[in-house]
């Protein structure tokens, strides 16, 4: 595999699947680890060693008498080694800065040999690796990138992915929300422009129904066991949503509300 890696795009090459990717470079890392994720599920280190030892029983008996997930990236099969390689690096973090002496560990660490440094580096801020073998020397290219130009990776605080930037003070990423179609309606919003959007919209939701709640006449004799209820479960799920607006949070937030509005529970005390 060869890619090339400027500011703006990364283009990987697999010439014996004859297959490109093009992709962002602020997200190219992260969307590789997040597929890796995504595919291998609830794996921890355990499931993916024994995922991987079943597949080479499978190979040497030629019998599948140990089943063995997999799945293919960037035209390579993936059965849990590249993530479990990666997993000591981004496991419970909220953001990774390698220099180039810890790329170069992770490379010693990867087995990579002539083809872990670049071969071009230009003006233009660009490099080119030639002879990659897997997934996981490719995503150590992107870290040497990363590392080389000064990027850190920091993990969206709404989607979960990893993103480079150049400053950690980001916490979110450009892509567009998940929300966006389900729970956020009209235009696509980055992660930041829905969170924003998202507890505005709850802000408001939440607004209507002390409004009205606050006109019944068990409210106004103040026996009312509506609103301290509905305060009570609003304020958990609020603070959740604020000090972690992820897409769970902030749909569990807002379908919460949505509900209480809908019922209309305030009118029966």
């Known amino acids: 595999m060869n890619i090339c890696i400027t500011e703006q795009t990364t283009t990987i090459r697999n010439d014996n699947a004859q297959c490109q990717w093009t992709i962002k470079t602020e997200n190219c890392f992260g969307l590789i680890y997040n597929s890796l994720e995504r595919h291998l599920p609830n794996f921890n280190e355990d499931a993916i060693v024994t995922n991987c030892i079943n597949y080479m029983r499978n ?10 997930t997999s799945y293919k990236l960037l035209g390579r099969v993936e059965r849990g080694h590249t993530l479990l390689f990666f997993h000591e690096y981004f496991d419970g ?4 800065v390698f220099s180039l002496q810890d790329v170069d560990k992770i490379r010693i660490a990867s087995r990579m040999k002539s083809n872990y440094l670049p071969v071009s580096i230009n003006e233009t801020t660009s490099m080119e690796f030639d002879d990659l073998t897997n997934v996981t020397q490719v995503m150590v290219a992107l870290l040497y990138y990363y590392a080389y130009y000064g990027l850190k990776l920091v993990k969206c605080r709404h989607c979960g992915c990893w993103f480079a930037t150049k400053s950690l003070k980001n916490q979110y990423c450009k892509r567009i929300s998940p929300c966006c179609g389900g729970i956020l309606k009209g235009e696509n919003k980055s992660c930041e422009q829905a969170v924003r959007q998202i507890m505005q919209n709850c802000t408001r939701l939440r607004g ?3 409004t009205k709640a606050s006109r019944t006449v068990s409210a106004q004799l103040h026996n009312s066991t509506f609103l301290p209820e509905f305060e009570k479960e609003n304020t958990e799920l609020e603070c959740a949503a604020r000090e972690r607006p992820t897409v769970d949070n902030l749909t569990l937030y807002y379908n919460f509300l949505k509900r209480i509005n809908k019922e209309k529970k305030w009118l029966g005390g």
Do not use: L, N, Q, W
């Not at 190979?59 to 063995?68: F, L, N, V």
């Not at 973090?93 to 990774?96: A, L, T, W, Y």
């Open 93 to 96: 973090k909220e953001s990774v």
């Open 59 to 68: 190979a040497m008996t030629g019998k599948d008498i140990h089943p063995a």
């Open 208 to 210: 209507a129904i002390r």
